[in-house]
């Protein structure tokens, strides 16, 4: 952080995502909200509340339980020189509406020889561990960011919860925001003045020399409190928070693991044909002759997400198993 | 019993591929037999074994790679009483790329793949497994970078593996000279690596040729003190001739103009044995053998130096022959080890491209190295005449340690005189 204390304050993911909309509604008329439930109900999550009453049912409306049907207006809209955001309650649903987004939305630059983009931004609540069991908790961003012509985002920080929407908006294609619906209660520090922030780089949120941890979402701040531990340890952890999951800045983690000639990869989604495979294969065509062990992954069991709160917690990644797979490939450190 | 080991061909060479072994378990060899084909990044070398014997075992299979020092095949000798002579009987080490042959059935030699140095050798005695050494890319990168021999270091990671932190922990190589002073031409302390030539992997051969010629040219200028001299020839007589005999023969057996520059280099150094030989632990160790190293350029870059063996015992014909069979090899495969490691001077020419003069750079641990440029038509005044003579220019880059200016001109004035008198070529 670069800003003093003095001008810091504290607020939850979930309000930094509403102020973040309600900015949005106030710099750019062409700006307006749809989804299940994000008006009269304020929203699955609450991140909309208030929001009907601020800006009336034009622009924050609800919609049926058409995921297909609504995704697609929204791309129409964007089509017809709108900004909608479209809020798709969680990632899961986002199936539904998956022929809109990678049948339609991503191509149709590509197919009207560049005519038509798309400036959709569609937000998606993400993840597992609230025990609403295996149809609620999958982690799908993996998937997106296997389509050109979409941008996956993973704000993970309130900073970046704040500050991403707006840059979507901005850019002139369609751009998914996975929320990990964890992270809506984190209370973190903004700076007053926080406003918009870049949505193509990766960031260092811990610096350290012996290993690096590459991660997103919610697993990143299991991966800073392993970090924490591994410290009192001797093992100082590197942490990268990769922020845009698509395109993925490569720059950044594989110029980390060129310092600390480690790295394991923490991502909630599931081991086969995931975002980790993706990073870990970049490492290894980028930074073979840097490393010093073998690329590690922790990811999720390759179960559907148990409803049972200690199956569901053995399933997921957590901090336990981040302290214990670092010391093992640091080994005989110090 | 001795074991017969995959032998340092260059110094570029980290590990090699047996093609192929010429012998079975039980049959008997003699030492210079060619026993085995290994392929390396620059071709496939015959190899000869140094000792007389019995095939005890083969180690390696056909098609496997191994990194340099590993044992390939044991031979049972007449036992060592017997090898230590012999070993003392050799020329002393190769030519700055390589491990002293007459050794290589009985060293390990480190694979480390950018050290300047790669003739470290140390004792036979327990040789490492034939099996790769476990070690992360990086760890391999740092050994290569401090030219240290993985093989010699401990794995302290799973299974054995060895880790950046063991390389960090890791000591120089130990220069383990194996019998007498007859010592492979090593220097105790590997010399830094310049940055730009660490990083590339070892499989790009080109990279990993450069790597090696910039080792040893770079030692070369860092520790002998060159000294150049020049002398232009008139070639009129020795062309005249070569030209006579030629009409004679079908294009086929035709002689070269190098070849009698090679035949009068071997001659003119018989005169001048203090430019034939290695500087080696601070002395001068002078050749019997006049093994003319022949710098060749390879047609995907850089260049090799096989030896023309005993040159100045060889007719223009068979140094001919040998010269033609030795470049086809040098570029197609099948150079044999000793004419990698034997050369005992080297000889360079560049006229082919227009090159009027050439200042070498001496190949460690030899002490001279002759260059030839281009046979051009000059103005030439001799007895008052002036006339139009075919001309070369032929310059030698000596080591001072070895020799002074006084032997070195001896030597071109030597040269010059069998390049007027071409009948005793």
């Known amino acids: ?334 | 019993m001795a074991d017969f080991c995959m032998p340092s061909l260059g110094a570029d060479m980290q590990e090699g591929t047996l093609v192929e072994w010429l012998v079975k378990a039980g049959d008997e060899v003699k030492r210079r037999d060619v026993i085995a084909v290994v392929e390396t990044d620059k071709a496939a070398i015959e190899i000869e074994v140094y000792e007389d014997g019995v095939v005890e075992e083969l180690v390696v299979e056909p098609g496997q790679k191994v990194p340099v020092g590993t044992v390939l095949a044991v031979i049972r000798s007449e036992g060592e009483a017997a090898a230590s002579p012999q070993q003392r009987r050799e020329p002393a080490a190769g030519t700055g790329g390589a491990p002293v042959p007459a050794e290589s059935a009985a060293i390990k030699v480190a694979a480390a793949p950018a050290k300047p140095e790669p003739a470290v050798s140390v004792p036979s005695a327990p040789g490492p497994a034939a099996a790769r050494i476990k070690a992360s890319p990086y760890a391999r990168r740092l050994a290569a970078e401090r030219g240290l021999d993985l093989s010699q270091l401990p794995g302290t990671g799973p299974g054995g593996v060895i880790r950046a932190a063991d390389v960090a922990g890791g000591v120089a190589p130990q220069v383990l000279r194996p019998g007498t002073e007859q010592a492979a031409p090593v220097v105790a302390e590997p010399a830094p690596v310049p940055p730009a030539a660490a990083a590339p992997p070892a499989k790009d051969f080109q990279a990993g040729m450069r790597r090696a010629i910039a080792a040893a040219m770079a030692r070369s200028n860092r520790e002998i003190p060159h000294y150049y001299l020049g002398l232009r020839i008139d070639l009129s007589r020795t062309l005249r001739r070569l030209e006579a005999e030629n009409l004679k023969r079908p294009i086929r057996e035709r002689i070269l103009p190098v070849v009698p520059l090679i035949k009068a280099v071997a001659l003119a150094l018989g005169e001048a044995p203090e430019l034939n030989g290695y500087w080696v632990d601070d002395r001068f160790q002078p050749q019997e053998a006049i093994n003319i190293g022949f710098a060749i350029a390879l047609r995907q870059g850089g260049l090799i130096t096989p030896a023309l063996l005993n040159a100045d015992l060889q007719s223009l014909d068979e140094l001919m022959a040998a010269l033609r069979d030795l470049i086809t090899r040098a570029r197609s495969g099948g150079l044999r080890s000793s004419e990698l490691t034997e050369a005992t001077v080297t000889v360079t020419s560049l006229g082919d491209l227009g090159v009027e003069t050439v200042y070498g750079v001496i190949y460690p641990p030899q002490v001279a190295l002759v260059g030839f440029g281009r046979i051009m038509e000059q103005p030439w005044a001799e007895n008052g005449m002036l006339a139009v003579r075919p001309v070369l220019t032929a310059t030698l880059a000596a080591d001072h340690r070895a020799t002074d200016g006084h032997r070195g001109a001896q030597f071109l004035d030597a040269l010059n005189r069998y390049l007027q008198e071409p009948e005793k070529l």
Request: aromatic content about 6%; some cysteine.
């Open chain 1, 1 to 334: 952080m670069t800003t003093t204390a003095g001008t810091m304050r504290k607020l939850t993911y979930r309000e930094a995502v509403r102020e973040a909309i309600r900015e949005a509604m106030h710099k750019d008329e062409r700006v307006f909200l749809m989804g299940e439930d994000v008006g009269r109900y304020g929203g699955c999550f609450a991140v909309s509340k208030g929001l009907l009453e601020e800006f009336g049912p034009e622009r924050i409306r609800d919609t049926p339980l058409a995921e297909s049907g609504f995704t697609g207006a929204g791309i129409g809209a964007a089509l017809g020189g709108m900004r909608p955001i479209v809020e798709i309650m969680t990632g899961n649903f986002s199936l539904l509406a998956a022929d809109q987004i990678i049948n339609t939305a991503a191509v149709l630059l590509h197919m009207s020889g560049g005519q038509f983009n798309v400036p959709v931004v569609i937000r998606l609540a993400t993840g597992g561990g609230r025990q609403v069991a295996a149809q609620h908790s999958r982690s799908l961003e993996g998937w997106f960011a296997h389509i050109p012509g979409i941008k996956v985002l993973a704000p993970a920080t309130v900073n970046d919860a704040r500050g991403m929407l707006w840059t979507a908006l901005e850019d002139p294609d369609p751009v998914l925001i996975f929320e990990n619906s964890n992270l809506y209660n984190m209370e973190g520090p903004l700076a007053v003045e926080a406003g918009a922030v870049d949505i193509d780089r990766a960031r260092v949120r811990r610096d350290g020399r012996d290993i690096t941890i590459i991660s997103y979402g919610a697993s990143l701040f299991k991966a800073l409190e392993a970090a924490e531990i591994l410290a009192k340890d001797g093992i100082e952890v590197e942490v990268v928070d990769l922020r845009t999951l698509r395109p993925l800045d490569e720059a950044t983690f594989l110029a980390s693991v060129a310092r600390t000639h480690r790295a394991l990869v923490v991502d909630e989604g599931w081991r086969s044909g995931s975002l980790a495979a993706e990073i870990s294969a970049r490492i290894m065509e980028g930074a073979f002759y840097d490393l010093d062990a073998p690329v590690a992954r922790l990811c999720t069991a390759e179960v559907p997400l148990p409803y049972a709160k200690h199956l569901e917690e053995a399933a997921l990644p957590q901090v336990a198993g981040i302290v214990a797979l670092v010391k093992k490939m640091v080994g005989g450190h110090g």
